[in-house]
């Protein structure tokens, strides 16, 4: 039993992207060398999409019921709204990117069976699509979570926290802690990805090869180039805009002293402190990026919208669903809402695609297959998504400062 409890405890405090790397190296040799084990094998990445399958609506709904409700936006000032603004602005832009990548570079995924969608269609008209979002948003709420209507959850998640948001601190303070209590459940079944992924990496390597990467990879280079542009270009341009002065200087400031560290934390709560520090260094205005470095751990999330639309529309696309021009302005919005939505959980914008699968009228069943893929390309996806995260948080925080900043100090 002793052995047993090391083991555990080695294993609870080993990084799990290591794992995952490591899950996948197996999954290959398993799939290639032990074929006649694949069938024991695949039955771990059927448990853990099955477990994400449970977990993804409530995890939205409660996301979405929390972050409206519960969070203070501001403290008045017009320099907080003026980031807020720019928070929601990046954000949606980002998705919009994102969007236009996919249908730039369209992304096909082994393991996504066009048969598996014999039964989708692609709306006949603008009206059709209306129709369709309309009916989902009005599903009954118990109804909507029982079938995974994520239309419908965001829906009444939105409609929920805005009834709440002048409610008594008690009643915050339960809706937090069934929020938390959301995210321990979350953050199990994430810590249990490795042996999932091993499962489906096998039964992948199996029945297609290790061919069946090879979309992987496409799909990885088309999310990290998508996020380089929003970091290099899209926030470039957003920067000049606003100050009329070469953007760069800012933005290698805040690679080097905030995306280098969330790159390896993959964590933007973990990067507040570090955020600060560097705000305290530019001169930026103490009580601004106070309230607004935490403020942008939980809601500035570019990287978690790229990755959302992304995944959405490579799913479509392998479905062989046509895309309009109103589902993917649609898609925008719904990937830059749902990202706002996925701070504070590990993967949370992988367990948000289903919800902007929902709009293309994707089942779970085939949505949670992209969900685990997500997970192989995580390694690198997630730790680049959250160091265009929160260095995003520096650079719109200090272009709203009233201070003058400096860029001239040196790294401690």
Known sequence: ??????????????????????????????GIFLKDLVNYTSLLGVIFVGALKAVAPILVFVLVLCAISTRVYGDGSKRIKNVIILYLIGTFLASVSAVVASFLFPTTLSGINAQDSVSLAA?????????????????????ALATGNYIGILTWSIALGLALKNSSNSIKEVISEVNDGTIQIVRFIVKLAPFGIFGLVSQSVKEAGINAMQSYLHLL???????????????????????????YPLIFICIRHSALYAFFTRSSAANIPVNMALCAKLNVNKDLFSIAIPLGANINMAGAAVTIAILALSTAHTLGINISF?????????????ACGASGVAGGSLLLVPLACSLFGISDAISLKVVAIGFIIGVIQDSIETALNSSTDVLFTAICSDTKLNLDFKKD
């Open 221 to 247: 280079a088309v999310l990290v180039f998508t996020m380089l542009f929003v970091a290099f270009v899209l926030n470039a341009l957003i920067v000049f805009l606003l100050t009329k002065k070469n953007p």
């Open 123 to 143: 709306p006949s008209s603008i009206a059709a699509v209306f129709s369709d979002l309309l009916f989902k948003m009005i599903d009954n709420p118990i109804n």
């Open 1 to 30: 039993m002793s052995l047993l409890s090391s083991l555990i405890k080695r294993y609870k405090s080993t990084n799990l992207m290591l794992q995952i790397f490591v899950g996948i190296i197996l999954g290959i040799l398993v």
């Open 326 to 338: 109103t589902q993917a302005l649609i898609l925008s919005f719904i990937a830059a809402l749902g």
